[in-house]
């Protein structure tokens, strides 16, 4: 995939983690607190979470360090 900030070719990878924590997003610089992660709030779908894991599927440009990964934010 070329980046569309710098148009230099992206990098394909995973983001991954223990499983511990679902990942959450969201808007402005505080994360999400216990209500949003009790109602779902901001839990970024594209993470699959086969047993203790999750994984998302993401491009990765070194050369201007942005990351892109498709997703739905549940509500």
Request: glycine letters at 10%; proline letters at 3%; charged letters at 30%.
């Amino acid at each position: 995939m070329e980046c569309p900030y710098c148009n230099q070719e992206m990098q394909r990878g995973i983001i991954s983690g223990d499983g511990r924590s679902r990942v959450y997003w969201k808007a402005g610089r505080k994360k999400s607190g216990f209500i949003d992660k009790l109602c779902g709030r901001g839990k970024i779908k594209a993470a699959n979470y086969p047993l203790a894991t999750f994984t998302i599927e993401a491009d990765y440009c070194a050369a201007c360090k942005k990351m892109i990964f498709e997703t739905d934010i549940s509500e």
